[in-house]
């Protein structure tokens, strides 16, 4: 494969709303201010309910949007395996991306670990 076909394969398989990983550096030094995250990995069973019920364990009322979107090609209303979830603060970031690092979603027998980026939209 020359160059060029493996840089195009490498960019064809991130997602356009990936916006890089979390840098919990740059937000205790003042040096990010985004708060919306992508949140990757996530079981495609579990459920918008389900979903925000798990964050709101550790974040409750830390953040203003959450949204799930649904794969409409399934005869069964199941998620795309990721989220989307935008902060009030920015250290609300930080504490999220604390908690649920290395996390593993309980419900469904999964053995998905969270990925938490951010978010181009």
């Not at 949140?39 to 364990?57: G, L, M, Q, S, W």
């Not at 991306?97 to 978010?119: C, F, G, R, V």
Request: net charge positive; with cysteine; glycine share 4%.
């Amino acid at each position: 494969m020359h160059r060029q076909d493996s840089q195009q394969s490498f960019i064809s398989n991130i997602s356009k709303n990936d916006g890089g990983p979390v840098d919990v550096d740059k937000i205790l030094n003042n040096e990010e201010t985004r708060t919306n995250l992508m949140v990757k990995n996530v079981p495609c069973r579990y459920t918008y309910a389900e979903i925000r019920n798990d964050f709101e364990k550790n974040h409750k009322n830390r953040f203003n949007d959450l949204r799930l979107p649904m794969d409409k090609n399934q005869p069964e209303k199941t998620g795309r395996g990721y989220c989307f979830i935008n902060f009030r603060h920015v250290l609300y970031v930080y504490d999220f991306n604390h908690d649920k690092k290395n996390y593993h979603w309980p419900k469904y027998a999964s053995d998905k670990t969270i990925d938490i980026n951010y978010a181009t939209e």
